[in-house]
């Protein structure tokens, strides 16, 4: 059973940028796709962006050009960068992962999920 820990949510600023991580238990992380989402409160969880084990990427139109997903796999790691924060991104942001290689937007294709990290934008 694969764990994720997710870290990186915090206050800030619009117009400020984060990096948020998501770290793996397991080193077969490194042959999984994973992908971000996040949800607010009475919301489903939306898609964010995905990255598969070859480190192709795809995003939400949402966040394309200001959100960017990259991976470690020395370190089990993959990360969400995210710049040009808005109010409206406020949410907290769950990673997840599947271990198929296909890139997938649905969240019912994700086999393993973090606890989720707060991330609020606030002047």
């Known amino acids: 059973q694969v764990q994720l820990v997710e870290s990186g949510g915090t206050l800030v600023r619009p117009g400020g940028s984060l990096t948020l991580s998501c770290t793996a238990s397991d080193h077969a992380f490194s042959t999984f796709t994973v992908a971000w989402f996040r949800q607010v409160p009475g919301n489903e969880r939306r898609f964010l962006a995905t990255?598969?084990?070859?480190?192709?990427?795809y995003y939400a139109d949402s966040v394309k050009g200001r959100f960017t997903i990259s991976r470690d796999d020395a370190k089990n790691t993959v990360f969400l960068q995210v710049n040009s924060l808005k109010p409206e991104d406020t949410a907290v942001y769950y990673c997840?992962?599947?271990?198929?290689?296909?890139?997938?937007?649905?969240?019912?294709?994700?086999?393993?999920w973090g606890q989720g990290t707060q991330v609020t934008v606030s002047s």
């Open positions: 990255i598969t084990r070859s480190g192709a990427t």
């Open positions: 997840a992962a599947r271990e198929g290689r296909s890139i997938m937007t649905g969240a019912e294709h994700y086999n393993y």
